[in-house]
């Protein structure tokens, strides 16, 4: 994925099958009857196929197992050309699976990846040894990784009652726990065409898909579509927690995230510009930011980032993580920079700092008059919005996002991340920086 | 800081160069002096609104014995965010956000330190001032020296707490032993940073950034006057070199097994290295398709080994790294399960020898397509040109070398004598396993600390 794409997903896992993975991703848009495509077409050499499916599953890693047995069941274990790269990967909302290859292979590609709505044929030995990959997949994700560990229970407080509150990857008992007849059962329930949302990028045509598809008999939807409606969040009552990873060797930091509900829905991507740029503003030594407070005008931080991104359309989180200076607490930065953002919320941000921060904003757009940079930038957006079982918004209503960009919004979402929600705060590090 | 890096990375760092098509226009490459006689490599690429320039400025600050390794590194982030004459801190990043500039120091295989800029060009004149200014005078304060080094610290200490971390830094004390380049390489002894005084600090700063980089390039849609113009005022103020840089350490290669008992660690590692030869010398090409087929994705030579096959690891990868521009090395690494650990020395080993032995499997155009799609995809990418250009001019390379024709002849023939005469064979790595398990490695040179490495 993008940069600008791993920086939404941060905070989320996505797992993917294999450890060393070769993404160099190219990139419009069609919907037909029998299935769920979206092409985008770019100058390229190569083809992307990426079949996403919803799995809304609450058991712990389950859904991250079904993957890498449909993986192997599909593509893994068979003979393929040195050109055809492929992954898979595991969201708290889908699974995902990729495969590459020359334009002109595309029904092969497809003939491949249609294999993933058959039913599992790996050798139950096999199966069962997967989880010990998956094991020491866990170990190389989470064994010494404080950060990790705190994401995952930041997570499971934060969206409480909701799916996503489930780890991707489960504990070592979890993993140890996952039975193949589970897996079965779990893939036979999600991979299905009604629940499959094909993503097509690179050097093809829109019409040179839909060929494609009736070549290879592209499995199409026989019922109506139970779960085409985005994901919702529900925000349980406001609370506080505070998580403490006391590690003699690790670097002191402190890790803040809030979940806030907004007084009024927002289009979710214009949401998600918004929030953007409000995290830009307070990443700033601006009047409005907090960079001079925390980090130039007082010793408080030697270091810190903001992100903000949506849940939904009503949701909004936010996360800061700083490391500390010399002497002062986490305790201290983190009290630092609630009282901060407080006083930021009440005064509202300065309109000299939103026009400065807004015109370097434009940048997070692809410069439109450029073809190749327009397709890159809409194939990572298709995907990443597919991969969260959102429908991506056609070009032309992308372009239109900046002009709606407003000051108000991002006082609203200001005084809504400033206000009550549930909030997660780790420690990490030597316990005598804690307070 | 040696430490694994993926493909994807090394690259974006080996990217297409003079003789690339933009946009249907072709780039050129010249070598160009200053109106101050600044030498330059200039790559005209039309239609780019943005210019980049790198400049790599040549140093042995880290193979001596009488400095502070830690300047360079902490010194680099003082001037990026400590502020400079005119320029108090936390000011001048506003600025260049404003001008939608980029920029930054680092340090490249320990022999330079590599400054990049990245503008829109009718901010030429002034993105240069502001950076002028920081690397001419630069505050250098004593607050942030404190904070940059705390977090230094902090960093190592974190990192070599980690066993893959504390293997190579056992490799390290096998290669270089009690030589100074050991542990500017990684910081692992801490020392260097509690000893850390502004005078190491401004000593470093003023024999570093001179008027006179090694090399320095320059691409974009801008012509050489206003090119040199603009990197005399980059450079204006800078004092003449005034040292020959000296550059002498001699890495023992010689293939050991080595195992460091980690007790407390929850994880083994397991890490093959071997001496290739410098990028000087050609090949880069062939390294990069062979190494990407040795142990890049799932369809790789290891993967298939030590995941598919012996099921003991959730990956194994290969890559080529530089100690020094002199010194590159070929590494094959992972974590593994504890209980395979000496059976899957033994795959990796056998898989490699094979591998040397029968080249790649498959149709060669195959293995060549995503190489020839990303340098097509960089072609208009300036920082990315610049930053090629920069390292051919290291290289001693001709300007006029273009890495897609250097792809375009690659040949079996030539990707089996690469293997041949630059890959190590087998039996050449230095094996390392971290394992809380002191027999994990059967007959290896069991270790405590990674010090001990030098003497087995």
Known sequence: MTVKALIRFSGWWLIAIVALPLFWLVNVFFESQDHHVYVQSAEASEVYA????????????????????????????????????????TNPYAVGYWLSGKPDELDDLLQTLSGLFEPLEVPAKFAAEEREIILREYEAHMVDKPDAQAAEAMSAFLYAGNNIASSVLGTPDDIRGFSYDDARALHA??????????????????????????????????????????????????????????????????ILRHVAALPESIPFDLLEAHALLLADILNTNLAGGL???????????????????????????????AAPDR??????????????????????????????????FEDFWPDWEDDDDAARWMADYTLERVAALRQPLPLSDVKRLEQQLSHQRINTLLNTIAGNGRTAVAFIGPKERFE | MIRLIPLTAMVISLAACSAEETNGSTPSASNEVS???????????????DVAVQAAWPTDWAYRENTNPAAALVGAEMILAGGAEGYPEGEAAE??????????????????????????????????????????APLLGQSWLDRISDGITQGVREERAQPGAAGFEAIR???????????????????????????????????????????????GDIDARSAGEALDTLLAGLPEQGREVKRNVSPDFTPRRILLHMPQAEVSTLAFIAPLPPTRDGGEVEDLLLTHALGSDDQSVLFDAVRTQLRASYGFGAGVNNYTREHRI???????????????????????????????????????????????????????????????ALDEHPVERSLKQELEAVTEASLNERLDTAFPSADEFIVIAVSPDADALPEACVIITPREAAGC
């Open chain 2, 173 to 219: 004390w096998a290669v270089f032993g009690e030589h100074p380049l050991r542990n500017a390489l990684s910081l692992y002894d801490l020392n260097p940073l509690d000893e850390l005084t502004r005078d190491d600090i401004t000593a470093w700063h003023a024999e570093t950034f001179t008027r006179s980089p090694e090399a320095v390039a320059v691409a």
């Open chain 2, 35 to 49: 109106p101050e006689g600044i030498e330059f490599t200039l790559l005209a690429m039309p239609d780019s609104d």
């Open chain 1, 50 to 89: 990426h079949v996403v499916f919803g799995h809304r599953s609450l058991a712990s890693g389950l859904a991250h197992y079904v993957e890498h047995l449909a993986w192997l069941n599909t593509v893994g274990a068979k003979q393929r050309s040195a050109n055809r790269h492929s992954n898979a990967w």
């Open chain 1, 189 to 254: 329930a999600t991979h299905r065409p009604e629940n499959a949302t094909l993503v097509v990028t690179g050097g093809v045509t829109e019409r040179e898909v839909s060929r494609a598809l009736k070549t290879v008999d592209w499995p199409a939807k026989q019922s109506a579509d139970a779960e085409s409606q985005p994901p919702t969040f529900e925000l349980a009552k406001p609370a506080d927690t505070l998580l403490r990873y006391p590690e003699k060797e690790a670097s002191a930091r402190v």
């Open chain 2, 330 to 392: 070929l590494f094959m690494a992972g974590e593994v399960d504890t209980n395979q650990m000496a059976e899957a020395e033994a795959v990796v080993r056998e898989a490699y020898a094979n591998f040397r032995q029968n080249g790649l499997e498959g149709d060669l155009a195959d293995h060549k397509a995503p190489l020839a799609s990303h340098f097509s995809e960089v072609a208009d990418r300036v920082m990315v040109q610049a930053n090629s250009a920069l390292e051919s």
């Open chain 1, 327 to 360: 002497g002062v607490s986490l305790r201290a930065v983190q009290k630092a920079f609630r009282d901060t953002l407080a006083e930021i919320s009440d005064t509202g941000i300065p309109d000299e700092t939103y026009q400065r921060v807004l015109n370097r």
């Open chain 2, 95 to 136: 600025q260049l956000a404003d001008l939608n500039t980029e920029g930054g120091l680092y340090g490249s295989a320990n022999d330079h330190i590599v400054g990049e800029l990245v503008f829109e060009r009718d901010d030429i004149n002034e993105v240069v001032e502001i950076a002028n200014a920081h690397l001419r």
């Open chain 1, 291 to 321: 960079a001079g407070p925390l980090r130039f005008d007082n010793a408080i931080a030697r270091g810190f980032d903001v992100q903000a991104w949506p849940l939904d359309e009503r949701h909004i989180e936010l996360r800061f993580r």
